[in-house]
Structures are given as C-alpha cells and as structure tokens.
C-alpha cells in the first residue's frame, strides 16, 4: 500500500514545486535560444531610458485644433502604441498645443508611422460575420471547396469578393485573443477581414466587409441622445444620432437601400442576416455595426441598441472626432537618459537590500534555525517572481518601472509576515504541550485562515488600484498582486511541506536549543509526561522555571481575551477544588 503521511504529501507537494520552477526556466530558456527572450527582465522608461516625440497636430483643411479634438487625438495615439505591444509608454499633451510621446527604447520605423498616421474611419458593408474564435487548422475548409468567384462583384456586398485568400484569413482569425501586431492599413477598394471586440453588453464577432463605401470625413456633425418611440414620446434607451454632409447623403442613401432590401428578405428568419449590416470601422476595427431597418434618405441615421448613456457618448466622439483627418508632425524627437532612473533605482535596491538584512537579522534573532526557512522562502519567492516578471517581458512586452521595483520592496515585509504568522501558530500550539508533528499540523490549520485573508486583501487593493490609477502605479500594482500570488505559492508549497520534514528531524523533533522550537525555551510543559502522568493545572505554563518566565509572559501577553478568560476561569475552578480538598481532610480527622 502506498504511503500517505504528511512527511510524503510534503514531498510531493515540493516535487511539484521544482517541477513548476523547471517549466518556467525552460520556457525562459526557449525564448532566449530562439532570440525573443532575455535572461534580464524587461526595464521600462524611466530605467532604460528611450525616445521622446513631441508631436503637433495637424487637421485637413484648419489650422487650428480645440482642446476637445486634442485629448481625442491622445486616445487614438494611446490606442495604437498599446495595440502595438509597447508597454510603460507616456502621452500626454503640453501647453494645451501638442503631444508627447515617450516609448522605451527606440521605437522602430512602423510605430513612428503608425503614431503620425490619421485617424482612418469608413464604413463598410458587411459581407459576411461568425463567432470570434479560430477555426482549428484541421477543421477548416480544404482548398478545393473554398469559396471562387464566378464574376466581377457588381456592388461592394457582393460574395464574389470573397477570395479563397480571404476565406482563409477569415477562418484564422482569432477575435477572442487578438495579436497585439499592428497590420498596415488596408486598402480601402478592396475587402477586410477584421473583429468587433467584446464589451460589457456584446460578444466579440469576426467579420469580412467590402470595400469602403462612404469615408469618415463625410459626416457634418454626431451627437447622443434618448430614442424617441413612435409617438415621439421619450424612452429610456439612449441612441447616436449622425448627420452626413451633403455629397454623402446621397451615397448613404443607396448603400441603404441595398441593406435594407437584406433586411427585409430576411425578416422571416428573424432579420439576422449579417449582409443587411453596415459596419463603422476605425483603424481597420469594426466599433459598431448596426443593421438597415429602413431607407435613409435625408442623411441622418440614428444607430439605436444596447446603449447606456456613458456608451452612447463615447460612440458619438469616436465618430465626431475620430473622422476628423487628424496627422501628426513630429517637431522633435529626443533621447531620455536613464541615468536618473538608475540613480533612483540603485537607492531602491539599497533600500531593499537594507530591509531583507532587518528581516533575516529579526528571523535569526527570533526564529534561530528556523529563521532559515524564511530566508529560504524568500529566495524562493523571488526565484518565482523573477521568473514570472521576464517570461510576461517576453510574451505580454512587460516591463518592470521603478514603481514597479517599490513594489517588489514592499513585498518582502507582506511575505516574510505570512511565514510569522505560521511560525507563531505553531509555537501557540507548543506552549499548549504538543508535540512539534501535531503543533506543525495543527498550527497549519489556523495559520492557513489568516494568510488566506491577508493575501486577499492584498490582491483586492491591488486589482482595484491597478484599474483605478494611471501611469507607473499601476506599475506597483501590479507587482503587488503578483508576489501576493507568488507567496501563496511558496507558503503553501514550500514553507508548510518544509516544515512537514523538519519536524520528524532529529533537531527539531526534538527541540534543539538553537532550533526556535524548544518546548522549554516557550516555556511549555507536555500534556502526556509518560508512565502513565499527565499534565497537572498546577504544571501549566504559568508555572515555570524563572529563565522561562519572560517567554510565558510573552505568550500571557499573545493570549486573546477569551483565552484569558478561560485560562483565569480555569485556575478559580482549580482554586475551589483545593479548598473542598482541605475542609473535608479536617473533618475526617
């Protein structure tokens, strides 16, 4: 029969650890042979220093730019450098006039372009849509049953522009987890295979639109406002409302009926055909794509749905200002040093080294050998996160700010408090006069409850401050809730499992003066004593030698208020039996 007990689960337990850490290096490894990877973590802009761009927008036809259309101008920037794969990357706006940009490093020839681009809205009609996900490679369609023209398309719905070549693009797109690669722009004549991504209300959709049929620049104006029902009474649903400069109300009005005529054929299945669509993209990305319920003539749709007022609104600028054919001149471009980045991050390092000396010095004082779990806990610890922080630089283009290494600083105190924690518990349980096998097992169980609690809070303020604030904080978040998760880790996979083996060791077992798990040194008297004798009230720990008086007063000073209220409750019963005791010896004699 195969053997259970804890000194085996616990080997187990920290095979499997090693295991985790020999996957992780092998990733690691892999990237660095096949050169995407390095063995360092990545190291964002205030450390590694990098390029600053001060850019001056430039709108077609106007020389002038409100401040409204320059916050617009720095979330399109913000979108396009985030969906390119560059992290830790700065814009902002200066004087209420231009933009600046700051990238890691030196941003490569497609992300300067891609930054100077304008913003390109179109809409497109929709040819065909389907579920977000890839088609797996053997599920897809085989080469000879693709779909092939059989004429010129007559109009920018028509199949015939379906390609095999685009057939196979559109059954290999991934819109659940899409590459964080920016493609060129499109062409717009020709047909686009691209996603809707998912929101709160909607499912992400993949999509295959013709060509562009009415241009960005094309709408007058766009607003919000609450749909009005039949009798032009007010409802509670919010709807965008657009308006069409005059050469497009016409061409919007043909599209239409073409839509509309899908529409209507389809009314019996429910209006669901995706050809009756009509997609509204923004960089080559489909934000909304609303169905032609009816002719529109006079150039002034109204897109109605799942809106809320908040959405709604963003919707409207995205088609206010995102048509606008804003372009950006670099007026300057510079190297940002990272010598005061390194100035900073040497005296952090020196911070932090100072602090890990105080809590192996404090372990060694306190814990003695013991303490010698918790420097190897750490270790471990940081072993994981290190890995952790340059696999994410590799595959997420993660990289570490200085608030980021604050972070890691601050975790040191939260993990070393969770090995205390445990250490604590099972030094209550020896002062309670159990062996250190049962105190080990048994202090588990009640350290466990608080380091759960603790790293959950420490998660929950981690998660809330890395999605409320902005910047390098969430720099620091994140590494927060990342060592929280690496010490949950290690505390259940290598310091409990750790402590399951020392305590059938000949030291520790058997409380070694230097081990910090002397029952006499706690102060603690065994609840069996052997032949037969059993811990008496007046053999509890309040009653020991005088070189152990200052680790009972210790543990009298931990004891909760209901242990102290029992343990006086105890020694008053106590008190009242030795009296019954004496009077009745009295009046025998």
Known sequence: MARTGPRNSARRVLTWLGAIFVVLTAVLAGGVITGNATWAPKLALDLEGGTQMILAPRVEGSSEINEEQLNQAVAIIRQRVDGSGVAEAEISTQSGRNVVVSLPGTPSKETRDLIQASADMNFRPVIAAADPAAIPAESRTPDD??????????????????????????????????????????????????????????????????????????????????????????????????????????????????????????????????????????????????????????????????????????????????????????????????????????????????????????????YRALGLVTIASLVVAGALTYLAIAILGWTENYRLSLAGVAGLIVAIGQTADSFIVYFERIRDELREGRGLVSAVENGW???????????????????????????????????????????????????????????????????????????????????????????????????????????????????????????????LTGSSNGNKSSNATSEEK
Request: glycine letters at 8%; proline letters at 5%.
């Open 145 to 366: 049953q693709l779909n092939k023209p059989t004429a010129e398309p007559t109009n920018a719905s028509d199949t015939n522009w379906v390609t095999p070549e685009v057939q196979k693009e559109f059954e290999a797109l991934d819109c659940v987890n899409p590459a964080a690669e920016k493609r060129e722009r499109s062409d717009p004549a020709k047909p686009l295979v691209t996603c809707e991504l998912a929101t709160d209300k909607t499912p992400a959709i993949k999509y295959i639109l013709g060509p562009v049929e009415v241009k960005g620049q094309d709408i007058a104006d766009s607003s919000f406002s609450q749909v009005q029902g039949a009798q032009g009474s007010v409802t509670n649903s919010w709807g965008v409302n657009i308006e069409f400069n005059g050469d497009a109300t016409e061409k919007f009005k043909k599209v239409t009926e073409r839509l509309n005529q899908f529409y209507n054929a389809s009314l019996a299945q429910g209006g669901n055909d995706p050809k009756a669509q009509f997609a509204i993209v923004l960089d080559d990305q489909v934000i909304s794509a609303p169905r032609a319920l009816a002719v529109i003539t006079d150039g002034k749709p109204q897109i109605t749905g799942n809106f809320t007022q908040a959405s709604a609104k963003a919707l409207s600028e995205q088609l206010r200002y995102g048509a606008l054919p804003i372009s950006f001149e670099i007026q300057s471009q510079e190297q940002i040093s990272a010598t005061l980045g390194g100035d900073q991050l040497r005296l952090g390092l020196l911070a932090g080294i100072i602090g890990l000396v105080l809590v192996v010095v404090y372990s060694l004082f306190q």
């Open 445 to 571: 169980k009640r350290a466990k409850r608080t380091v759960l609690a603790s790293k959950a809070v420490n998660l929950l303020a981690a998660v809330v401050l890395y999605f409320v604030a902005v910047g390098n904080v969430r720099g620091f978040a994140f590494t927060l809730g990342l060592t929280a998760v690496a010490d949950l880790i290690v505390v259940f996979m290598f310091t409990h499992p750790m402590l399951q083996v020392l305590a059938r060791t000949r030291f520790f077992g058997e409380g070694h003066r230097f081990s910090g798990l002397s029952p006499d040194r706690l102060g603690a008297v065994p609840l069996y004593r052997g032949a037969g004798r059993i811990r008496t009230a007046e053999e509890k720990p309040a009653n020991v030698r005088p070189r152990n008086a200052g680790a009972v007063a210790e543990a009298e000073r931990r004891m909760t208020i209901a242990e102290r209220r029992l343990a006086e409750k105890g020694q």
